[in-house]
């Protein structure tokens, strides 16, 4: 049974996260990849530069995930492709002009429009010099005998999609084996260091020249087209965006992945020059790492950091230590507890955020806090429990002849004795749940994960450290703070028991 006051305290969280959702401002979504990162950018800065509030939800894993967060008003548009509507979305085949396309949309309440003026299909590649050796040039050639001891090297996105590797295999009856999945970020360091042979790639992915791949043809139409549109709520007002419809071709969109992947700039960065005056716009270096590190999103960052870790941590204690109290209270019950709480650590953290985004129907901070509150119960249960059976029974006894009861004896002495454990158990909670934090910026809850998802959408080292090393810090802060906690509270006990 789950105490009164931890059920008010998750409403309160809930509620805080819906009214946070509901404020008045556009919410922007986008894959983890980098041309959805600077198209994300590209449709905030123009909501913005038009006066309308808009937030920009980065890095929000597949399509499933955005799909998901649009139909529940966590985001509001996102960049995405025709042939992803019409295939994963849609489950259809084709390619439906966009007035057909919208009227398969409309039951599910969502639209697509601003057409951007290029198309990014899928493609496969591999070495230039190992393709001509093999004797490879289509995907066809991929079932010839020669063929059969490539390694593949495929994103997660494309073994799933309908789209993607098993219909592929199938419509060109290739014999290759399905590999294990491979980030899109470090798909080309891969092939380049001959660790893998094909790799899935868009087609205006900027580092295929740079790393000298060659792109197979499908030579059986395989691919539909992927024109690159907006896809929107029904409600949403198109109109603010309008200036973006038919701007970047298949050359600008190159040349501004290049820019991030190649030359250092930052999603935002790439965003302002194409609006101030195209993709053209002159570049500048990277920036350092220390510029990086206190970036201007650094104070928000760490405040949704934080947010995550106490909020989460606070609803932990709330149920935790109840949970421990009757755990140690009726001991036929410590089994089923424990083993519960310790059950749910061992849910890895992806697959627990995929459950609770479908459970509470949203994206963002509510699940995010859920899945952490959930992993800091056992830490918390399993110490308040041992330091309980570690208070003697003749104190107990003792409280009990002075005339108190049973719970003012908990209250009073049990729990006072027992402090120093819980504390510890509560200082553990907290370290795991920095690090665990890290994970929700997959689900649009931000925090310094949000660094290390858009690094790692362009292995960008960089980038990943700007975000691993801040919450490395407050891990560590954290540690040293409860452990203060912890330290006079063990001395308050002692000056308690000398008097």
């Given at each position: ?5 931890a059920?008010v ?9 819906n009214?946070?959702?509901?404020a008045d401002?556009v919410v922007v979504?986008?894959?983890?990849f980098?041309e ?5 950018e ?5 909501f913005?530069d038009?006066?309308?509030?808009a ?5 929000l894993?597949?399509?499933?995930i ?8 966590s985001?509001?548009?996102y960049p995405e492709?025709?042939?992803?509507i ?5 489950k259809?085949?084709g390619?439906?002009s966009?007035?057909?396309?919208n009227a398969w949309?409309?039951?599910r ?7 951007l003026?290029f198309?990014n299909?899928?493609?496969?590649a591999?070495?230039?010099e190992?393709?001509?050796?093999l004797g490879?040039a289509?995907?066809s050639?991929?079932a010839?005998p020669q063929?059969a001891?490539l390694?593949?090297g495929?994103s997660?996105e494309?073994?799933?999609r309908?789209d993607?590797?098993?219909?592929l295999?199938?419509a060109y009856q ?9 980030d899109?970020g ?6 380049a ?6 790799i ?8 295929v020249?740079?790393?000298?791949l060659r792109?197979l043809?499908d030579d059986?139409?395989?691919f539909?087209k992927?024109d ?5 709520r029904?409600?949403l ?5 309008a200036r ?7 050359k600008t ?5 290049a820019q991030?992947?190649l ?13 101030a ?6 570049r500048s270096?990277?920036q350092?790492?220390?510029e990086?590190?206190f970036?201007?999103d650094?104070?928000?960052?760490a405040a949704?950091?934080?947010?995550l870790?106490f909020?989460?941590?606070?609803a932990a204690i709330?149920?935790g230590v109840?949970?421990g109290?009757a755990?140690?209270r009726?001991p036929?019950?410590?089994g ?5 709480v310790?059950a749910?650590?061992t849910v890895p953290?992806i697959?627990l955020l995929a459950f ?17 509150f ?11 429990h041992?330091?309980l059976?570690g208070v003697s029974?003749?104190?107990?006894d003792?409280a009990?002849?002075l005339?108190l009861?049973p ?5 009073h ?5 027992a402090m120093?454990t819980?504390l ?7 370290v795991?749940n920095?690090?665990t934090?890290t994970i929700?910026?997959?689900i649009?809850?931000g ?9 790692l959408a362009?292995?960008?080292?960089s980038?990943?450290l700007?975000g691993?090393?801040?919450a490395a810090?407050?891990?560590l802060?954290m540690?040293?703070?409860f452990?203060a906690?912890e ?9 308690a028991r000398?008097?």
């Amino acid at each position: 049974m789950i105490p009164r006051a931890a059920r008010v305290l998750l409403v309160l969280l809930a509620l805080a996260a819906n009214a946070a959702w509901a404020a008045d401002k556009v919410v922007v979504g986008s894959k983890r990849f980098t041309e959805s990162y600077i198209l994300g950018e590209i449709v905030r800065q123009t909501f913005q530069d038009a006066g309308i509030a808009a937030e920009h939800k980065q890095g929000l894993g597949n399509t499933g995930i955005l799909e998901q967060a649009l139909a529940s008003g966590s985001v509001d548009v996102y960049p995405e492709y025709t042939g992803t509507i019409v295939r994963e979305l849609l489950k259809r085949e084709g390619n439906p002009s966009l007035a057909e396309l919208n009227a398969w949309l409309a039951p599910r309440g969502l639209k697509a429009a601003v057409p951007l003026g290029f198309n990014n299909t899928y493609a496969l590649a591999m070495r230039e010099e190992q393709a001509q050796r093999l004797g490879i040039a289509r995907i066809s050639d991929l079932a010839k005998p020669q063929a059969a001891s490539l390694r593949l090297g495929l994103s997660h996105e494309f073994l799933a999609r309908a789209d993607g590797w098993p219909a592929l295999k199938a419509a060109y009856q290739l014999p290759l084996a399905a590999p294990g999945g491979l980030d899109h970020g470090l798909a080309y360091d891969a092939v380049a260091a001959e660790r893998v042979d094909l790799i899935d790639i868009y087609s205006t992915d900027a580092k295929v020249g740079r790393f000298k791949l060659r792109v197979l043809d499908d030579d059986r139409g395989f691919f539909p087209k992927y024109d690159a549109v907006l896809l929107m709520r029904a409600s949403l007002d198109p109109a603010p965006l309008a200036r973006l419809q038919g701007r970047i071709d298949e050359k600008t969109m190159i040349d501004l992945n290049a820019q991030v992947e190649l030359d250092g700039a930052s999603f935002a960065e790439a965003a302002k020059r194409f609006l101030a005056g195209g993709a053209a716009a002159a570049r500048s270096g990277g920036q350092g790492f220390l510029e990086r590190l206190f970036a201007p999103d650094f104070g928000r960052l760490a405040a949704q950091h934080l947010a995550l870790v106490f909020g989460s941590l606070l609803a932990a204690i709330v149920v935790g230590v109840p949970l421990g109290i009757a755990a140690w209270r009726w001991p036929p019950s410590s089994g089923v507890l424990l083993g519960a709480v310790g059950a749910l650590q061992t849910v890895p953290s992806i697959a627990l955020l995929a459950f609770l985004i479908a459970l509470v129907g949203g994206i963002g901070l509510v699940p995010a806090v859920i899945a952490l509150f959930l992993y800091a119960l056992l830490p918390i249960v399993r110490n308040t429990h041992t330091g309980l059976s570690g208070v003697s029974s003749g104190l107990r006894d003792a409280a009990l002849s002075l005339g108190l009861t049973p719970r003012q004896s908990l209250r009073h002495v049990q729990l006072p004795l027992a402090m120093p454990t819980v504390l510890a158990g509560v200082k553990t909670a907290a370290v795991i749940n920095v690090g665990t934090a890290t994970i929700a910026a997959f689900i649009g809850a931000g925090g310094f994960g949000e660094r290390i998802v858009a690094g790692l959408a362009v292995n960008d080292t960089s980038a990943m450290l700007a975000g691993a090393l801040p919450a490395a810090v407050l891990a560590l802060l954290m540690e040293g703070l409860f452990g203060a906690v912890e330290r006079w509270g063990r001395r308050a006990l002692r000056i308690a028991r000398a008097g």
